[in-house]
């Protein structure tokens, strides 16, 4: 839930997101008593979770998250809602480009055990094939 808490109070496009979802997830871990070790480790997973270029968690937690957020985007109606709201303010062929670079990322990088990645290959290759069609 914390990865991403912002997006209560802001756009997620808005520039200071991920710094304002790092400052409000630890506000309420320590307002909820967990220390500053366990802050690390979950600092780490909200941090690291995108696996953008070479970031990749350091903790098991970490890559538990990022897993279970690839495989999330994966197996619900992510891409679907995204589709739908970005065909607002931009074409079919910019979409797919993002799209297909974040399918890609979220089976190849974000999924670090190699069973679940397994399970999910079917909704990863169904998806790759819908959104690379998309604007053709």
């Not at 992510?78 to 993002?98: C, D, G, N, P, V």
Request: glycine share 4%; net charge negative; with cysteine.
């Amino acid at each position: 839930m914390l990865h991403d808490i912002a997006d209560a109070v802001m756009d997620r496009s808005n520039e200071n997101h991920e710094e304002k979802t790092l400052e409000i997830a630890i506000k309420f871990l320590k307002e909820s008593g967990f220390n500053d070790s366990e802050i690390t480790v979950i600092e780490d997973a909200i941090k690291s979770h995108s696996c953008y270029g070479n970031e990749r968690p350091q903790t098991i937690e970490g890559r538990v998250m990022a897993t279970a957020d690839g495989i999330a985007h994966l197996q619900s109606d992510f891409y679907e809602f995204a589709l739908k709201e970005k065909r607002k303010a931009e074409s079919l062929q910019e979409i797919s480009k993002w799209a297909v670079e974040k399918i890609n990322r979220d089976f190849n990088e974000k999924i670090f055990f190699k069973d679940l990645q397994k399970e999910v290959e079917s909704d990863y290759r169904r998806l790759l094939t819908q959104f690379e069609n998309l604007g053709k």
